[in-house]
């Protein structure tokens, strides 16, 4: 079974950062592309970056471009988020997705105040 655990959001100022990470199990992570999307309140779910299956290939919204880093360790079946120079903007819950599969884990809340 597919499962998807996202952690480490929290209450940060504008300016401030924080590491998400996204412990998966259930699949066969090393063989999976990942990414992880955002949904800020009243807002469509949007992607926020992606990961090839060896992370040799990044790629990134223009949104968070040159701010956000996405990276994985598939000894450790987790995949990861560092968030620097964090804006009101962020302010989402954020949530990984394999590529392969359609399960969504719970989310890990965000909030940057102003």
């Known amino acids: 079974q597919v499962q998807l655990v996202e952690s480490g959001g929290g209450l940060v100022q504008t300016g401030g950062s924080l590491r998400l990470s996204c412990v998966a199990s259930?699949?066969?992570?090393?063989?999976?592309?990942m990414s992880w999307y955002r949904q800020a309140p009243g807002k469509e779910r949007e992607l926020v970056a992606h990961?090839?299956?060896?992370?040799?290939?990044?790629n990134y919204s223009d949104s968070v471009k040159g701010r956000f880093t996405i990276s994985r360790d598939n000894a450790k079946n987790t995949l990861y988020l560092q968030m620097n120079s964090l804006k009101p903007e962020d302010t989402a819950a954020y949530y990984c997705?394999?590529?392969?599969?359609?399960?969504w884990g719970q989310g890990t809340q965000v909030t940057v105040s102003s």
């Open positions: 990961i090839s299956r060896a992370g040799s290939i990044t």
């Open positions: 997705k394999a590529r392969t599969y359609a399960h």
């Open positions: 259930g699949f066969t992570f090393s063989s999976c592309a």
